[in-house]
């Protein structure tokens, strides 16, 4: 097996960061947009939506 840095090509990964960044960027926001809409559709404050969705956003998945 072998993990996920023994196979980028760092010239690969240095040639398209601004895309790399941008991927990043967007799967953020569009969490970040369903999480707090799911937040709101269950009565919360905005305030309270947002929190709850930058913490539900920010963590990381585990596989089981």
């Given amino acids: 097996f072998a993990s996920i840095g023994m196979i980028i ?7 398209n960061l601004g895309s790399i960044l941008m991927v990043v ?3 953020f926001a569009t969490k970040l947009a369903c999480t707090t809409a799911v937040v ?11 929190v709850t969705a930058m913490a539900m956003v920010t963590r990381r998945m585990r596989a089981p």
Avoid: D, H, I, K
């Fill in 25 to 27: 960027f967007v799967l």
């Fill in 9 to 15: 090509n760092p010239g690969y990964f240095w040639n």
């Fill in 40 to 50: 709101r559709v269950f009565g919360y404050s905005v305030p309270t939506a947002m």
